[in-house]
């Protein structure tokens, strides 16, 4: 199993990864600063967009109960799991009880973090991937590196490639508007023969029960309005009180991810056809997901939970665009990824993931409902210092110059020798190469230190 | 115990809030809640302001009243090149036009084509129109079609997102918002337009 | 006759060691402000290298000892947005369950300064007759930016010295990649980062990088130092005190 660093490293090398990074987080970033500006009120609006998830989370009980209520007058059946497991046995049963031979997928990260397209191909269900770029990551075996953008990671040439190897009628030349016509041409009759359509839900909202979609492409119109089966699968934190609620959540959550006012297409499907209607499912369900959630708002990762799942951070995280989403290992990569891992899959493996941060705060700032992302990675710093994961180098070396700042003497003398040292290695006025510091003279130089001394002896001389 | 009692269980608070407190509580949170500037002032003027953006690539015709609809839907099926024909929902409104310019057809091809809507209400802020799935109006063909048609009454045109009434219960299956033509960002970030919805909208204001 | 501030440096460990003429750049230019300025002699470090490693504890004990040598002191000015910040912010943060040292973090907190901002704002200064015509790009480091919103204090600064031009910085706003034990824990990544941040210094043509950390001017510096550009490498109180005429970071022979 390949390390953090390895991954990182591969990612570093890899000239094609560098070039998509640019071209997708350089135009997010851009089209972001473009909505915000437009918006004067934006960080009033980010402000409140904190507070209404908080308090969802704070009373994340009593709204569940009455999303449930509500979802099932409407003829929804509810479900819950506490597990990635159990909700993943929940689905498959619901497809087999269809006698499911196919099921159409509209994006959902959270069918990636429970495993869902595994626990499909181990049932023996065929997937359907609708999103454009969920349907590219299936066809190239690989799990998605960015939230909003899954396939961020290929250039259209990778893209290209692709299609022309696995598309009936694949596209001619290499225009991006003939590979997503190409794909298009490929999907829709699979898409509109699925017995059952899976999707995640951007909000839950609990006064009328519906599971709301958002989407630039109308593939979840397409592939939740065909099939027999709706099935909805979302972690309990999606819940919001109202449909007002949820507008001023959408009203943030496409301006921060792509600089939209809105999606193409925002749908909110309240339980299966009505009598009469002419076209829908016989039944929707919703699965209610656990997985960590309430285990995450009870040891200091409540914050987290506001996540609407925008990608801004990602986007402007100068580590996410040198590494790219793979090398972070989890489902969800970048700086909502380095908090959320450790909590999924465990510290001891992910504890790199707060580690490889320069704490610069970016992503805090961009973040449309201002979760203190710094301060939760650096919570999972103590607790990694807690349970002694750190590797010995960094505990001995933290400890020493702890020891050493607690004396103001040793502090003073250990600055004076040090700053002798460094000059006895040095030529001219850098150093270029630094036995222990590798870390830095392996990629630059290191300015010696000016004789003279510390700023300190030098103080105390002058003022003698 | 169920999966449902042990989520519930390790939510529990001390202080469970009462009902009608939380329902305060969340109305509290939502009032006076902020909104970006509007396109223009009247809600005419932003709603067809917004529907012009690029972004969102609508074009739209005006007519005086239902009467005319066939009329502006002929026009807007010639001037794209396209067959004098069209899928219309069973819808009574529609039923009382006079189509004989135009073919209805019974359904949408699985590609390609035309289809209408009768939008239940529309959005200056966004430029959105909302469809509701009912008796006389399914939801597939307005995502089939390549053209996709939608006429809104100007007196359902309302300022903010807030405005769009809501359903009476028990409601439609599903409500959808639609603002703009299908697209898709997911190769290079570069917008692409007709992903797998329509390619092409149009909007008729009437009256 | 207005009173002088009595203010205590603080001077830093990096500038202490590595870049000793910063900290008598910014007594120079406090004293220039009309204030009087002492050095604490027991001051040692703010905690940092400690907090960012997760070692709660060990950042408590340097919380402590800090706030007890500069408790004293009407107002403290730090070189560095960094440990200003970790003072200002982090203090009363890690100390927040401490009662009898929480009142003490939160009262040196408020009387804590990063040395731009305290000569902009609370002094109301302006560098007298300082020249330098030359041009300037202008990184602003990440913790005293959003920590500090430290932003346009240093270019009200520089505005006044005579002849002195900035040029615009693509990204001035986008981490150098030093995070303090980052670029040694993870330095190929920081070495990516800063990689960035170099060409798009020298792309900007300007003769001297500015800025108002020196863990930060020193990554960057090393960097561009390694790809042998020539632009020259100053902390923003260097200029303002009238002491850019020496040597920049790493002409110390």
């Known amino acids: ?464 | 115990m169920s999966a449902r009692e042990a989520i519930l269980r390790a939510l529990a608070s001390p202080i469970q809030a009462d009902a009608a407190a939380l329902a305060r509580e969340a109305a509290m949170l939502l009032a006076g809640n902020e909104r970006p500037p509007l396109a223009a002032e009247s809600v005419t003027e932003a709603f067809l302001a917004n529907l012009s953006l690029p972004s969102i690539g609508a074009t739209h015709d005006r007519i005086a009243s239902m009467e005319q609809l066939p009329d502006a839907v002929a026009r807007y099926l010639a001037g794209q090149g396209e067959p004098a024909r069209l899928y219309l929902p069973p819808d009574p409104r529609l039923d009382a036009c006079d189509w004989s310019a135009v073919e209805r057809l019974p359904t949408v091809p699985m590609d390609g084509g035309a289809a209408l809507a009768i939008a239940v209400a529309a959005v200056a802020e966004t430029g959105s129109l909302v469809l509701d799935t009912a008796t006389t109006a399914p939801m597939l063909p307005n995502f089939l079609a390549l053209h996709h048609l939608i006429a809104i009454e100007r007196a359902r045109l309302v300022r903010w997102l807030e405005d769009v009434p809501l359903p009476s219960p028990p409601g439609p299956r599903q409500r959808t918002w639609v603002t703009g033509v299908s697209g898709t960002t997911d190769i290079e970030g570069q917008y692409v337009r007709g992903a797998h919805g329509p390619r092409f909208l149009h909007v008729v204001l009437i009256g | ?253």
């Open chain 1, 1 to 464: 199993m390949s390390s953090f660093t390895d991954r990182a490293d591969g990612a570093l090398a890899d000239r094609q990864l560098k070039i998509a990074i640019e071209r997708t987080t350089g135009t997010a970033q851009a089209k972001r600063a473009v909505a915000v500006a437009a918006f004067p009120d934006f960080e009033a609006a980010r402000a409140r967009a904190a507070a209404i998830k908080d308090h969802v989370v704070a009373n994340l009980g009593a709204y569940l109960e009455q999303f449930e209520a509500s979802a099932t007058a409407a003829g929804t059946q509810v479900h819950w799991a506490r597990t990635a497991d159990e909700a993943c046995a929940i689905v498959i049963d619901i497809c087999r009880a269809a006698e499911a031979r196919s099921v159409a997928r509209s994006k959902s990260m959270l069918g990636e973090e429970i495993g869902l397209p595994h626990a499909l191909a181990e049932a023996g269900i065929g997937r359907v991937e609708t999103d454009l770029a969920e349907h590219i990551i299936q066809l190239a075996d690989e799990r998605p590196s960015h939230i909003v953008w899954p396939a961020l990671h290929k250039t259209r040439e990778q893209v290209s490639e692709l299609f022309r190897r696995h598309h009936r009628t694949p596209h001619e030349g290499e225009e991006i508007a003939a590979m997503a016509e190409s794909a298009r041409r490929h999907l829709r009759e699979a898409m509109l023969a699925a017995d059952v359509g899976i999707s995640g839900a951007n909000f839950l909202i609990a006064d009328t029960g519906a599971a709301v979609t958002v989407t630039n492409e109308g593939n979840a119109e397409l592939s939740l309005v065909p099939p027999r089966v709706h099935i909805v699968t979302a972690g309990i934190e999606k819940i919001v009180p109202s449909t007002g609620h949820a507008i001023h959540l959408l009203r943030m959550l496409a301006r921060s991810a792509t600089g939209a006012a809105l999606t193409q297409y925002t749908s909110f499907f309240a339980g299966p056809r009505r009598a009469g209607e002419i076209d829908g499912p016989q039944e929707m369900h919703v699965v209610l997901i656990d997985n960590g959630r309430t285990r995450m708002r009870e040891e200091g990762l409540a914050e987290m939970l506001r996540c609407i799942r925008c990608g801004a951070c990602m986007n402007h995280c100068v580590v996410f665009r040198q590494i790219g989403g793979h090398a972070y290992g989890g489902t969800y990569p970048g700086p909502m990824g380095a908090v959320l891992t450790p909590a999924l899959d465990g510290l001891t493996a992910n504890r790199d993931l707060p580690n490889a941060c320069t704490m610069n705060g970016k992503c805090q700032e961009v973040c449309p409902v201002d979760i203190p992302l710094p301060t939760l990675l650096r919570g999972w710093r103590e607790k990694s210092w807690r349970e002694g994961l750190e590797p010995t180098a960094t505990r001995s070396g933290i400890n020493a110059w702890n020891r050493m700042i607690a004396s103001p003497r040793l502090y003073r003398l250990m600055s004076a020798m040090g700053a002798r040292a460094l000059r006895t290695v040095s030529r001219g006025g850098w150093i270029s190469r630094l036995p222990l510091a590798g870390g830095w003279t392996r990629h630059r130089d290191l300015p010696r230190p000016p004789a003279g001394g510390t700023f300190l002896d030098q103080w105390a001389k002058r003022r003698r």
């Open chain 3, 1 to 253: 006759m207005t009173e002088r501030r009595t203010v205590a440096l603080f001077v830093t460990c990096l500038v202490n060691v590595m870049r000793p003429r910063i900290g008598f750049a910014a007594a120079a230019a406090l004293e220039a402000a009309g204030c009087d300025v002492v050095v604490p002699r027991d001051q040692t470090c703010c905690g940092q290298p400690a907090l960012n490693s997760g070692d709660r504890e060990g950042a408590k004990a340097a919380a402590r000892r800090t706030i007890a040598v500069l408790e004293g002191y009407e107002h403290v000015v730090v070189p560095s947005g960094s440990c200003a910040g970790t003072i200002r912010a982090h203090y009363p943060e890690i100390l927040a369950d401490d009662p009898a040292w929480l009142p003490r973090a939160q009262a040196v907190a408020a009387r804590t300064w990063e040395v731009l901002a305290f000569l902009d704002e609370v002094c109301g200064w302006r560098p007298q007759g300082t020249r330098l015509a030359v041009t300037a790009a202008y990184h602003d480091s990440c913790s005293g930016l959003r920590e500090l919103g430290i932003k346009r204090q240093p270019r009200r600064l520089l505005a006044a010295v005579d002849e002195l031009r900035l040029v615009p910085l693509e990204g001035d706003e986008t981490c150098c990649g030093f995070g303090g034990t980052f670029c040694v824990k993870y330095p190929a990544i920081s070495n990516a980062i800063v990689e960035e941040k170099a060409a798009a210094i020298e792309a900007s043509g300007a003769d001297l990088l500015l800025s108002g950390d020196l863990g930060c001017l020193m990554n960057m510096a090393g960097k561009l130092h390694r790809r042998g550009a020539s632009t020259r490498v100053f902390h923003t109180v260097e200029v303002v005190a009238g002491m850019a005429d020496g040597p920049a970071i790493g002409e110390d022979a």
